[in-house]
């Protein structure tokens, strides 16, 4: 039993290491937590589907289009409603993708209600039987998308000119600008890749929770969490704070009490706001949020 527990909060919780990437991301580049996050992810997945069964596209064509859509999406949340507040307070900023997240949310109910839709699976595999241990293919997708993307985003800001470019507007967007740095442009990129992140996540997650307006708003506060846990701004953090976040809720849910998993998440922001602010990597200084 408690093989098939880790196992099982591993595949949990790569799929909170997979959102907590997209959040990671913009934070990196922009200091702001998007709470609108967990929408690009549901929106990601009804785009999908919308053009699986109104267009019939192929499902990798499908895909491909929703991801381009959220990119497209994010890119126009910064120009219209974020580059507007820069230079306003921060939590201002916050506020406002708190709104978005209620009203996109809002949008998805018009249209679909509380109908939950099923989505096909990237591929239909039989699940991988090792002795009692099952696991499916698909965990195994979102687990192997998850590693590849940290991968590319350490490597890309860390390694690369694009993580100087990142760290300078991050920093200091006035002095970025002076140098030559187009600071919107490059905002707004992050904005759109956030965005797609969010949706590249929702179209792998979606075959296993299946379709609803609320899904987003169901894996934020453990992407949040896992964010939370690992540090802030921290790639390697917010993979193994969605780890840990997913085989501690298998953990207690397994051996103490099932109604623990859904209230886990809080109970971790809490932890870990009272012993380490920073998170297990985070840096120990002040940082807009």
């Given at each position: 039993?408690?093989?098939?527990?880790?196992?099982?909060?591993?595949?949990?919780?790569?799929?909170?290491?997979?959102?907590?990437?997209?959040?990671?991301?913009?934070?990196?580049?922009?200091?702001?937590?998007?709470?609108?996050?967990?929408?690009m992810f549901?929106?990601?997945?009804?785009?999908?589907?919308?053009?699986?069964?109104?267009?019939?596209?192929?499902?990798?064509?499908?895909?491909?289009?929703?991801?381009?859509?959220?990119?497209?999406?994010?890119?126009?949340?910064?120009?219209?409603?974020?580059?507007?507040?820069?230079?306003?307070?921060?939590?201002?900023?916050?506020?406002?993708?708190?709104?978005?997240?209620?009203?996109?949310?809002?949008?998805?109910?018009?249209?679909?209600?509380?109908?939950?839709l099923p989505?096909?699976?990237?591929?239909?595999?039989?699940?991988?039987?090792?002795?009692?241990?099952?696991?499916?293919?698909?965990?195994?997708?979102?687990?192997?998308?998850?590693?590849?993307?940290?991968?590319?985003?350490?490597?890309?800001?860390?390694?690369?000119?694009?993580?100087?470019?990142?760290?300078?507007?991050?920093?200091?967007?006035?002095?970025?600008?002076?140098?030559?740095?187009n600071v919107?442009?490059?905002?707004?990129?992050?904005?759109?890749?956030?965005?797609?992140?969010?949706?590249?996540?929702?179209?792998?997650?979606?075959?296993?929770?299946?379709?609803?307006?609320?899904?987003?708003?169901?894996?934020?506060?453990?992407?949040?969490?896992?964010?939370?846990?690992?540090?802030?701004?921290?790639?390697?953090?917010?993979?193994?704070?969605?780890?840990?976040?997913?085989?501690?809720?298998?953990?207690?849910?397994?051996?103490?009490?099932?109604?623990?998993?859904?209230?886990?998440?809080?109970?971790?922001?809490?932890?870990?706001?009272?012993?380490?602010?920073?998170?297990?990597?985070?840096?120990?200084?002040?940082?807009?949020?």
């Open positions: 039993m408690l093989l098939q527990l880790i196992l099982s909060g591993i595949a949990q919780g790569s799929i909170y290491a997979l959102v907590a990437l997209g959040m990671t991301v913009l934070f990196r580049a922009t200091t702001i937590v998007n709470f609108a996050h967990g929408e549901m929106f990601g997945a009804f785009v999908v589907y919308l053009f699986l069964h109104l267009v019939g596209a192929p499902f990798f064509v499908a895909a491909l289009l929703g991801v381009v859509t959220l990119f497209g999406l994010g890119i126009c949340i910064e120009r219209v409603l974020i580059r507007p507040m820069a230079g306003g307070p921060h939590i201002a900023l916050a506020m406002m993708t708190v709104a978005l997240s209620y009203l996109f949310r809002g949008i998805a109910r018009i249209f679909w209600g509380r109908e939950v989505m096909p699976p990237v591929f239909s595999y039989p699940p991988i039987e090792i002795g009692n241990l099952v696991l499916t293919t698909q965990d195994l997708i979102i687990a192997g998308t998850m590693v590849l993307l940290v991968i590319v985003f350490m490597l890309l800001f860390h390694r690369s000119k694009l993580g100087r470019l990142a760290q300078a507007a991050s920093d200091s967007p006035r002095g970025a600008a002076l140098v030559g740095i919107p442009a490059f905002y707004g990129t992050m904005w759109g890749v956030s965005a797609a992140m969010g949706a590249i996540a929702g179209i792998l997650v979606a075959p296993i929770t299946l379709l609803y307006p609320d899904m987003g708003a169901q894996i934020l506060i453990r992407a949040f969490a896992a964010m939370t846990l690992g540090g802030f701004g921290h790639f390697g953090g917010a993979v193994i704070g969605g780890l840990l976040m997913g085989i501690l809720e298998e953990l207690s849910g397994g051996y103490l009490s099932t109604s623990l998993i859904d209230v886990f998440a809080f109970i971790a922001i809490i932890v870990v706001l009272l012993v380490r602010p920073a998170g297990l990597f985070g840096r120990g200084e002040v940082t807009r949020v």
